[in-house]
């Protein structure tokens, strides 16, 4: 009896992570596509607000741990740091710029599938239909943390952020060394990225 209870109470809990999951994800949604549409607020401000937003769910550090791979264990804690600041600037320069303003013109529904990976790791899903009618179907892979799911990477279609750019950091590391890939990133993120059209 204790064996079916306990059975019961883990499955119950796991039932509620997905559904908290997914009530974040539709809140996610419906206050970035807030800013995004907000006609009062011009590109810098949209783009500003969403990075605020952002901030409170996205572990920028654990998303460019992934996306450094191995080469990570030979950074220092500042380093650490310095790459996590300049990786965040490039993608919300990028994301916000792009996908996210595309998205004024693009319907995003919350799917009613999500993926229990274990050890508090879940991922939920959202399609977007772009407006030339283009369908997306992007994962968001999230950890459960003091009551906010925090997320670690983005799969468009099946690809993974952390996984696009691995290779491309790896071969920045070991051609350039830690320091300089940080001055690259940090460049592309605050110069080059904002400029592009």
Known sequence: MTAWMLLFSVYTFSATQ??????QLQQN????LSVVRDKSLNEPQRISQIERYADQYL???RISALAVGLPWRQFTAQQRRDFSAAFKNMIVRIYAHSA??????ATVKVLPKVV?????KLETFTEVVSGSNKHYTVGYQMYYLD???????????GTSLVTVYRSQFDQLIQQQGIDATIAQLRDR????IQTKK
């Open 29 to 32: 949604v419906d206050a970035v």
């Open 18 to 23: 997905e559904q908290l999951a997914q009530q």
């Open 100 to 105: 996210l303003m595309g998205a004024s013109n």
């Open 116 to 120: 229990n990976q274990g050890n508090n």
């Open 189 to 192: 993120g605050l110069g080059k």
């Open 59 to 61: 572990d920028y550090e």
């Open 147 to 157: 009551g906010v799911f925090k997320i670690y990477n983005f799969r468009v279609n």
